[in-house]
């Protein structure tokens, strides 16, 4: 083992377990200064362990730093056993990324809080784990002529895809957070940390000493992208309207007073004026909220359901932070006044004691026929 390889795994292990130990703390202690807040949809049970699931990826790194330092130490790092132990840790890694990404608002709408996807995901990463034990015990096809280690190729592809999914998530995260400039480092920085990669599958890819100075840049730069994370997360949890402090009035048709402290807002009165389609929407919500039960309190938001595109829901924000001529840092983002529940499902945030619908125009509502199926909220009250 040379002392720049001796160099590289002891600086891999030590800054991976202290990036790893801070993301921890910092996770712990963000659970129990906003525990309300992350814990508020009390049907899901949902807690956010994205730092959680960062912070043990990091974990992973540090056994893979050691089993290395081991495995050259000992002088054992060339056996079938070495390198799927290698090819191994990097798939458990990958698998902690993704679940991270689970809990990701902006990552791609396939992957955030849809179960369904996420256990395709994890599936194909255990078939890759499958074929890369496969192909790591047939030493004849391990290293081919063109120089490729076969082995390889399957934990290559699986962190091309990886890193793809945490470029656009990091950099949709930090520019709607007004970091712009740090989306693009992150991205960056991505595609470093899979350019450190190429070398565990092309055999003449660069040297001893610059793979390895790629791969501790790689690895040092992302973990403090995590850390920035972490911080924009605090910023926007302080910022973050709670439930129980935010009230609406839904006075007549197209008139919506509401109060948001957090963001500077006290009764202010919002006319929609010819965008009833937005209005509409939000009444139903409200409606839902304030008079169902369990799943009923909330609207599916797909091709399929009662409202049909997202977008609706943008716009719904858009207008209102329009109307109340709110500057960038009073903002209001559509996870103010919504919950994202799951599988295309969203869900009004006020508390229902503090939604008031004037009863005139409740009983309008349900007249309209394509709003009879809201007249059964009623019969469990």
């Known amino acids: 083992m040379t002392e ?56 992973v790194w540090v056994i893979s730093g050691c089993w290395s ?14 390198q799927f132990g290698i090819h191994l840790l990097s798939i458990v890694n990958n698998m902690f990324l993704l679940l991270a990404l689970f809990y990701f608002y902006y990552a791609p709408r396939f992957i955030y809080n849809n179960k ?20 790591s015990n047939f030493s004849e096809v391990k290293d081919t002529s063109n120089g490729i280690h076969i082995s ?27 970091l712009k400039i740090v989306g693009i480092i992150s991205v960056l920085i991505i595609v470093l940390v899979l350019s450190s990669q190429l070398s565990e599958v092309f055999i003449s890819y660069g040297n001893d000493f610059s793979n390895n100075l790629i791969k501790i840049i790689a690895k040092t730069s992302l973990i403090s992208i995590f850390l920035v994370l972490a911080t924009t997360w605090v910023i926007r949890l302080a910022n973050m309207p709670k439930p129980n402090e935010m009230t609406i009035s839904f006075l007549d048709w197209s008139l919506v007073k509401i109060s948001i402290p957090t ?29 169902g039960e369990g799943d009923s309190q909330s609207l599916m938001v797909s091709l399929g359901g009662e409202i049909k595109n997202q977008t609706y829901l943008t716009r719904i924000i858009e ?31 006020m508390i229902p004691n503090h939604i008031t619908i004037d009863t005139t125009l409740l009983e309008e509502f349900l007249k309209i026929p394509e709003n009879k199926d809201y007249s059964t909220l009623f019969k469990t009250k």
């Not at 590289?8 to 910092?26: E, K, N, P, Q, R």
């Open 4 to 59: 720049v390889s001796k160099f590289y795994m002891l600086s891999h292990i030590f800054i991976s377990l202290v990036g790893a130990t801070l993301l921890l703390a910092i996770w712990s202690n963000i659970r129990q200064r906003f525990k309300q807040l992350l814990e508020e949809d009390d049907t899901q049970k949902r807690v956010d362990k994205g730092l959680l699931h960062l912070s043990l990826a990091m974990f």
């Open 69 to 82: 330092y081991v495995g050259h130490h000992f002088s054992f790092e060339n056996t079938t056993g070495f």
């Open 116 to 135: 369904k996807n996420i256990n395709t995901i994890l599936i194909v990463i255990l078939a890759t784990s499958i074929i890369t034990f496969t192909l």
């Open 152 to 178: 390889g190729i399957p934990d290559l592809i699986l962190s091309g895809f990886l890193c793809y999914l945490l470029g656009i998530s990091f950099y949709r995260t930090f520019a709607h957070r007004g």
């Open 263 to 291: 963001k500077g807002v006290f009764d202010k009165t919002i006319d929609f004026g010819s965008k009833t389609t937005q209005y509409k929407n939000l009444l139903k919500f409200a409606i839902r909220r304030k008079y």
């Open 319 to 349: 207008n209102t932070n329009s109307i109340l001529e709110l500057d960038h840092t009073q903002l209001l983002e559509r996870r103010d006044l919504f919950t994202f529940i799951g599988e295309g499902r969203y869900r009004l945030r």
